[in-house]
């Protein structure tokens, strides 16, 4: 008689159990829109590819630790760009001046990230669409010192 009480909520437990919605039923219910799998897509490509667009911040004395796509609730991109550099090149003056030259890269003219949009849409974006998102991003930036990561500057545009 015990083992048929124990077999008997034993088999409960597990019906009760497989009936309650997973983490994973969670994450499948939970809408995504295509502004979002395009910063995901952004920040997977950063995380890859990180040597090659940083390649040249070292010789200014600059390493890139890493590069953080977000967007702001009314769909703009933020990129925060993390460096680490000597004590001395931690300043106010060395922020802007690396702020200024990645603004250029990234959103001049001859820009990277407009080509990386259009490639990265889920959906077709015409240049001129991929711009347009550029135009509105901002720039946050953050250098720390290698020495000390409390010694840390940062600036935005």
Do not use: W
């Amino acid at each position: 008689m015990k083992y048929l009480l124990f077999f008997t909520m034993l088999i409960h437990m597990n019906v009760a159990s497989a009936n309650q919605p997973t983490y994973a039923d969670s994450l499948a219910a939970n809408p995504v829109n295509h502004f979002q799998l395009l910063v995901n897509n952004l920040n997977m490509l950063f995380i890859i590819k990180i040597d090659d667009f940083t390649k040249n911040n070292q010789e200014h004395g600059l390493k890139t630790i890493f590069v953080k796509v977000s967007a702001t609730k009314d769909n703009k991109l933020i990129f925060n760009l993390y460096y680490e550099a000597s004590v001395n090149a931690v300043s106010r003056a060395k922020c802007k001046d690396q702020l200024e030259k990645d603004m250029n890269e990234m959103f001049g003219d001859e820009s990277k990230v407009v080509k990386l949009l259009q490639v990265l849409s889920f959906y077709e974006m015409s240049q001129n669409q991929a711009e347009l998102i550029i135009r509105d991003a901002y720039i946050n930036l953050f250098i720390s010192a290698a020495e000390n990561k409390e010694l840390s500057v940062s600036c935005s545009k």
